[in-house]
Nanobody, 129 residues
């Protein structure tokens, strides 16, 4: 059973930094590690879930415009942990953050939550002004 577990959320002041991690377990296989896409999503209070940053099997990354230059998505060499370094945080970054996996070997790193197959339970990020 593939499982994802986020950690690293918390409360910071505007301009601060946080690093989120997502541990991937229960999977096996060369294809899963090298062809599937992983992503970070967030859901602000009262709003829909939105894509923040994604990474493809080849290591290429995509960012939504509002976080470009501030957030960095990365994977460890074993590809078992997905990270999101968040700098220069703003109050509008406040949300429940999720990691997710798209198990399509032709995945594109989409920001649409609907194409992702597996999700963690989320970790809360709160940024105060």
């Amino acid at each position: 059973q593939v499982q994802l577990k986020e950690s690293g959320g918390g409360s910071v002041q505007s301009g601060g930094s946080l690093r989120l991690s997502c541990a991937l377990s229960g999977y096996s296989g060369y294809i899963y590690s090298n062809y599937y896409c992983m992503g970070w999503f967030r859901q602000p209070p009262g709003k829909e879930r939105e894509g923040v940053a994604t990474i493809k099997g080849d290591g290429s990354t995509l960012y939504t415009d509002s976080v470009k230059g501030r957030f960095t998505v990365s994977r460890d060499n074993a590809k078992t942990t997905l990270n999101l370094q968040m700098n220069s945080l703003k109050p509008e970054d406040t949300a429940l953050y999720y990691c997710a996996v798209d198990e399509n070997i032709h995945c594109s790193g989409s920001f649409s939550p609907r194409v992702y197959d597996r999700w963690g339970q989320g970790t809360q990020v709160t940024v105060s002004s």
